[in-house]
C-alpha cells in the first residue's frame, strides 16, 4: 500500500503561533501536512516527497540582522511555495524583492480584493476578509511576480509567480478570522499542487500497521498505559498490530479519578484481549506523599516512584526489546527546536528516566497524529466513547488537585465531588461538546456551614471548566446557573467532608488550567 505521507505538504516553520493550525488545515483537506524548523536539513524535509511547501509566519522582520532566511534549497526543486506572513516576506526577499516596515500596520480583520484573476484565490469573493498581523510589508515584488490583492494598507496583500507556482499573501488564511481561508489553502494544495486526498483514518491505520509490524519484527514491546486518550490509542494500534507480542503495564497510583483502574482493566483486558500487567501501588505512593504540599515535590516524588514501580515490573518480563510511547505530533513539533536528531521520551508519558540496565528501542506509533485524529483513530479500532473523548488528565493525577498534603482520605472526598461534576455535565453533553476540560479541586481549606441544625466546619471544593482550542490559552465555560446549582447540592449532600462549593471563574492567561 501506498504510504499515505506521500505527496503532501511541508510546513517550515519561522517562529508564528499559528504553525501546528497550518498543518491541521491542511490536514483537514486529507492531505498529509508535516512541520519542520526552518533550517532543518532538506533530507530530512523532502523524506516524504512533497508536492509543495507552506512558511510560516514569524516574528521577525526579514531585513533585520539575524532574521531566519529562506532555505535555497526549495527554490532548487521547483515545486510550489506558498509564503504566508513572514514566509511571503522571506519568499520576496530571497528572489529579489524589497520589503521595508509599513508606515500603518495591520492587526486584526481586514478586506482584500483581488487585483487579477490566479489560481490560489480561484472561485472566492472578489473581496475577501481576512485576518491581518503585520508591521512589514512588500514594497517591490520579485521579478516575474505580480499583485494578486490588495488592501487598503498593502498594495501586495497577495502576490505570485503563477508559472513557476510561488506565492505569497500577507494575511493568515489558517485562522477561523478568515472565513475562507481554508479554501485558499484548499486551491493551493490541490490546484497549485496537485496533491491527492490519501490521509485518511483508513490509510493511516493500515499504514500504521505495517509500518509497526516491519519495525518489531517477532520481539516483544512494551507500553506504560495510563488510561489517558493518547496511550490508549496507542496500545489498541499495537494490539492490532502484534497481538500477544505487546504487554500493557497500568500502574495504579492512588491518584486516579473514580473507577479509572477498573474501567481500564475492563477495557484493555476484557474489551482488546490484551496482555495487561496492572500494579497497585497506592500504599507506597501515599508513604512517599505523606506531609508534602508543594506541588514540584509533589509530581518529582510521583515522577520518581512511577519510574521506580515501572521498572521493577519491566526487570520481571524476559525478551522485551521496544518501549512503545503515546507521543503525538504536537509533542514532535515541541521537542524538534532542542533535538532535531533524537527521540525524547517524555517525562508527562511516565517512562521518561528508565534506569540504564533497561535498554529499549522506541515505538511511536501514533506520532504523525494531531489530538483529533488521534480520537478518530481510536474509535476506528472499537475503543469506546468514553476513553476515546476523556479529557486532559495531568501526570500526577489528583496530587496536584489536592490542595495541600495528600492523604487516602482527601482523594476519596475528591474523587466524589469530581464524579459528581462530571456525571452532571455528561448529562447534558457538555463535558464532549462544551467544556475542554473540567475537573474539581480539593482546597487546603475550611469554612464554616450548617447542615440541619448542627454547625460544621468542612472542607471547600472549587470547580473548574475551560473551553480552549488549543490549551495554550483558555476561557472559563459559562456553565448554566441550574447545572451548577445541581452539581453543588449534590457534593454538598452526598460527599461528607464538603460544606462550600465555588466555580473558578480565572482564564488562562493569566491564571493555569489546573490549580497546581
Same mark, same amino acid.
Given at each position: 500500500?501506498?504510504?499515505?505521507?506521500?505527496?503532501?505538504?511541508?510546513?517550515?516553520?519561522?517562529?508564528?503561533?499559528?504553525?501546528?493550525? !497550518?498543518?491541521?488545515?491542511?490536514?483537514?483537506?486529507?492531505?498529509? %501536512?508535516?512541520?519542520?524548523?526552518?533550517?532543518?536539513?532538506?533530507?530530512?524535509?523532502?523524506?516524504?516527497?512533497?508536492?509543495?511547501?507552506?512558511?510560516?509566519? +514569524?516574528?521577525?522582520?526579514?531585513? /533585520?540582522?539575524?532574521?531566519?532566511? @529562506?532555505?535555497?534549497?526549495?527554490?532548487?526543486?521547483?515545486?510550489?511555495?506558498?509564503?504566508?506572513?513572514?514566509?511571503?516576506?522571506?519568499?520576496?526577499?530571497?528572489?529579489?524583492?524589497?520589503?521595508?516596515?509599513?508606515?500603518?500596520?495591520?492587526?486584526?480583520?481586514?478586506?482584500?480584493?483581488?487585483?487579477?484573476?490566479?489560481?490560489?484565490?480561484?472561485?472566492?469573493?472578489?473581496?475577501?476578509?481576512?485576518?491581518?498581523?503585520?508591521?512589514?510589508?512588500?514594497?517591490?515584488?520579485?521579478?516575474?511576480?505580480?499583485?494578486?490583492?490588495?488592501?487598503?494598507?498593502?498594495?501586495?496583500? %497577495?502576490?505570485?509567480?503563477?508559472?513557476?507556482?510561488?506565492?505569497?499573501?500577507?494575511?493568515?488564511?489558517?485562522?477561523?478570522?478568515?472565513?475562507?481561508?481554508?479554501?485558499?489553502?484548499?486551491?493551493?494544495?490541490?490546484?497549485?499542487?496537485?496533491?491527492?486526498?490519501?490521509?485518511?483514518?483508513?490509510?493511516?491505520?493500515? $499504514?500504521?500497521?505495517?509500518?509497526?509490524?516491519?519495525?518489531?519484527?517477532?520481539?516483544?514491546?512494551?507500553?506504560?498505559?495510563? +488510561?489517558?486518550?493518547?496511550?490508549?490509542v496507542a496500545a489498541a494500534l499495537l494490539n492490532k498490530a502484534i497481538g500477544s507480542q505487546l504487554t500493557a503495564i497500568f500502574v495504579n497510583t492512588g491518584m486516579l479519578r473514580k473507577d479509572e483502574p477498573q474501567d481500564v482493566a475492563k477495557t484493555f483486558r476484557d474489551g482488546q484481549g490484551m496482555i495487561l500487567v496492572s500494579v497497585d501501588a497506592t500504599e507506597q505512593f501515599l508513604s512517599e506523599l505523606a506531609?508534602?504540599?508543594?506541588? /514540584?515535590?509533589?509530581?518529582?516524588?510521583?515522577?520518581?516512584?512511577?519510574?521506580?514501580?515501572?521498572?521493577?515490573?519491566?526487570?520481571?518480563?524476559?525478551?522485551?526489546?521496544?518501549?512503545?510511547?503515546?507521543? !503525538?505530533?504536537?509533542?514532535?513539533?515541541?521537542?524538534? %527546536?532542542?533535538?532535531?536528531?533524537?527521540?525524547?521520551?517524555?517525562?508527562?508519558?511516565?517512562?521518561?528516566?528508565?534506569?540504564?540496565? @533497561?535498554?529499549?528501542?522506541?515505538?511511536?506509533?501514533?506520532?504523525?497524529?494531531?489530538?483529533? /485524529?488521534?480520537?478518530?483513530? +481510536?474509535?476506528?479500532?472499537?475503543?469506546?466513547?468514553? !476513553?476515546?473523548?476523556?479529557?486532559?488528565?495531568?501526570?500526577?493525577?489528583?496530587?496536584?488537585?489536592?490542595?495541600?498534603?495528600?492523604? *487516602?482520605?482527601? @482523594?476519596?472526598?475528591?474523587?466524589?465531588? $469530581? %464524579?459528581?461534576?462530571?456525571?452532571?455535565?455528561?448529562?447534558?453533553?457538555?463535558?464532549?461538546? +462544551?467544556?475542554?476540560?473540567?475537573?474539581?479541586?480539593?482546597?487546603?481549606?475550611?469554612?464554616?456551614?450548617?447542615?440541619? $441544625?448542627?454547625?460544621?466546619?468542612?472542607?471547600?471544593?472549587?470547580?473548574?471548566?475551560?473551553?480552549?482550542? $488549543?490549551?495554550?490559552?483558555?476561557? *472559563?465555560?459559562? @456553565?448554566?446557573?441550574?447545572?451548577?446549582?445541581?452539581?453543588?447540592?449534590?457534593?454538598?449532600?452526598?460527599?461528607?467532608?464538603?460544606?462550600?462549593?465555588?466555580?473558578?471563574?480565572?482564564?488562562?492567561?493569566?491564571?493555569? !488550567?489546573? *490549580?497546581?
Open positions: 500500500m501506498t504510504d499515505p505521507r506521500q505527496g503532501g505538504i511541508v510546513i517550515l516553520d519561522f517562529g508564528s503561533q499559528y504553525t501546528q493550525l !497550518i498543518a491541521r488545515r491542511v490536514r483537514e483537506q486529507q492531505v498529509y %501536512a508535516e512541520v519542520f524548523p526552518c533550517d532543518a536539513d532538506p533530507v530530512t524535509i523532502n523524506q516524504h516527497r512533497p508536492n509543495g511547501y507552506i512558511l510560516s509566519g +514569524g516574528p521577525n522582520s526579514i531585513y /533585520e540582522p539575524g532574521a531566519p532566511q @529562506l532555505p535555497p534549497h526549495l527554490l532548487d526543486t521547483q515545486k510550489p511555495i506558498l509564503g504566508i506572513c513572514y514566509g511571503m516576506q522571506a519568499l520576496t526577499h530571497a528572489l529579489g524583492g524589497h520589503v521595508a516596515a509599513s508606515q500603518a500596520r495591520e492587526y486584526g480583520p481586514a478586506r482584500i480584493e483581488q487585483s487579477v484573476p490566479n489560481p490560489l484565490l480561484a472561485d472566492l469573493d472578489s473581496v475577501l476578509q481576512v485576518w491581518m498581523s503585520h508591521g512589514d510589508r512588500i514594497e517591490t515584488p520579485p521579478p516575474g511576480f505580480e499583485s494578486l490583492a490588495h488592501s487598503a494598507n498593502s498594495p501586495f496583500a %497577495a502576490l505570485g509567480d503563477v508559472e513557476r507556482g510561488l506565492y505569497g499573501i500577507q494575511f493568515h488564511p489558517e485562522v477561523t478570522h478568515t472565513p475562507q481561508g481554508s479554501e485558499i489553502l484548499r486551491n493551493f494544495v490541490f490546484n497549485i499542487c496537485a496533491c491527492e486526498p490519501t490521509w485518511s483514518t483508513a490509510s493511516f491505520i493500515d $499504514d500504521a500497521v505495517g509500518r509497526i509490524q516491519q519495525q518489531v519484527g517477532p520481539e516483544r514491546v512494551l507500553l506504560g498505559l495510563s +488510561g489517558g486518550v493518547d496511550s490508549a506531609g508534602v504540599t508543594d506541588p /514540584e515535590r509533589k509530581r518529582r516524588i510521583i515522577g520518581k516512584q512511577f519510574i521506580d514501580v515501572f521498572a521493577e515490573e519491566a526487570r520481571n518480563l524476559e525478551g522485551v526489546k521496544f518501549l512503545a510511547q503515546g507521543t !503525538i505530533y504536537p509533542d514532535v513539533i515541541e521537542s524538534a %527546536a532542542s533535538s532535531n536528531q533524537s527521540k525524547v521520551i517524555k517525562s508527562h508519558h511516565n517512562v521518561g528516566g528508565l534506569p540504564p540496565d @533497561l535498554h529499549f528501542e522506541l515505538v511511536e506509533p501514533i506520532r504523525d497524529l494531531f489530538k483529533d /485524529e488521534v480520537r478518530k483513530v +481510536g474509535t476506528a479500532l472499537g475503543l469506546p466513547d468514553h !476513553i476515546v473523548w476523556r479529557q486532559p488528565f495531568p501526570g500526577p493525577g489528583l496530587a496536584v488537585r489536592c490542595l495541600g498534603e495528600v492523604t *487516602w482520605e482527601r @482523594l476519596e472526598v475528591l474523587r466524589e465531588a $469530581d %464524579a459528581i461534576f462530571r456525571e452532571e455535565l455528561e448529562k447534558v453533553d457538555m463535558l464532549r461538546n +462544551g467544556t475542554a476540560q473540567s475537573f474539581a479541586v480539593l482546597l487546603p481549606v475550611k469554612s464554616v456551614g450548617v447542615m440541619g $441544625d448542627n454547625r460544621t466546619y468542612e472542607e471547600v471544593v472549587a470547580l473548574r471548566a475551560v473551553t480552549t482550542d $488549543d490549551f495554550m490559552t483558555a476561557d *472559563w465555560a459559562r @456553565l448554566d446557573y441550574e447545572l451548577l446549582a445541581r452539581v453543588s447540592n449534590r457534593i454538598v449532600n452526598e460527599v461528607r467532608g464538603i460544606n462550600r462549593v465555588t466555580y473558578d471563574i480565572t482564564s488562562k492567561p493569566p491564571g493555569t !488550567i489546573e *490549580w497546581e
